[in-house]
Antibody, heavy 121, light 107 residues
Framework: EVQLLESGGGLVQPGGSLSLSCAASGFTFSNYAMNWVRQAPGKGLEWVSTIAGSGSTTYYADSVKGRFTISRDNSKNTLYLQMNSLRAEDTAIYYC??????????????WGQGTLVTVSS | EIVLTQSPATLSLSPGEGATLSCRASQSISSYLAWYQQKPGQAPRLIIYDGSNRATGITARFSGSGSGTDFTLTISSLEPEDFAVYYCQQRSAWPITFGQGTRLEIK
């Protein structure tokens, strides 16, 4: 059974940093691109970042480029998101999600339960 | 950036009725469109991928159609558990984008 479990959320002051983790199980982690998607309170879904299965390629939304860094440790089956220079508008539930399909670059077929990040003084 | 526009914003229907949700892309995305269902307090769930393929475990009451710029999610004979927010998403080009969502509510 595919499982994704996020951790690391919490309250942080504006300008601060936070690191999120997503522990994966039930599939060959290195075969799939992985993603972070966020949802501000009462709002819709916003794609944040994607990393290739090998970790060699990364993509970012303009809203987080230069501040957030996605990475993965395939030996630990874990996805990470390092968030720096946090702003109030980064407040959201952060979900990790797997890209499915035979290529590993398909739709987001499995999602974690999310971890809440609150940026406030 | 490819903009996805969903309509209507809210759809009020009764159990047993059929639902038709629309998603329009600002430029052609071939069939690289997915639909997700999200219930309150839960993570999104993949319903349809690549325009018309049902995800694993999704009932045949859900069907997707369309290609290019116009896509439709159809739910036949609504069940109480179908009332939720539905998002479309494109993976044709970076950045990946989502529509703003359609809320399907019980009338």
């Amino acid at each position: 059974e595919v499982q994704l479990l996020e951790s690391g959320g919490g309250l942080v002051q504006p300008g601060g940093s936070l690191s999120l983790s997503c522990a994966a199980s039930g599939f060959t982690f290195s075969n799939y691109a992985m993603n972070w998607v966020r949802q501000a309170p009462g709002k819709g879904l916003e794609w944040v970042s994607t990393i290739a299965g090998s970790g060699s390629t990364t993509y970012y939304a303009d809203s987080v480029k230069g501040r957030f860094t996605i990475s993965r440790d395939n030996s630990k089956n874990t996805l990470y998101l390092q968030m720096n220079s946090l702003r109030a508008e980064d407040t959201a539930i952060y979900y990790c999600a797997r890209r499915g399909g035979n290529s590993g670059w398909g739709a987001f077929d499995y999602w974690g339960q999310g971890t809440l990040v609150t940026v406030s003084s | 950036e490819i903009v996805l526009t969903q309509s209507p914003a809210t759809l009020s229907l009764s159990p047993g009725e059929g639902a038709t949700l629309s998603c329009r892309a600002s430029q052609s995305i071939s069939s690289y469109l997915a639909w997700y269902q999200q219930k309150p307090g839960q993570a999104p769930r993949l319903i349809i991928y690549d325009g018309s393929n049902r995800a694993t475990g999704i009932t045949a009451r859900f069907s997707g159609s369309g290609s290019g710029t116009d896509f439709t999610l159809t739910i036949s004979s609504l069940e109480p558990e179908d009332f939720a927010v539905y998002y479309c998403q494109q993976r044709s080009a970076w950045p990946i984008t989502f529509g703003q969502g359609t809320r399907l509510e019980i009338k």
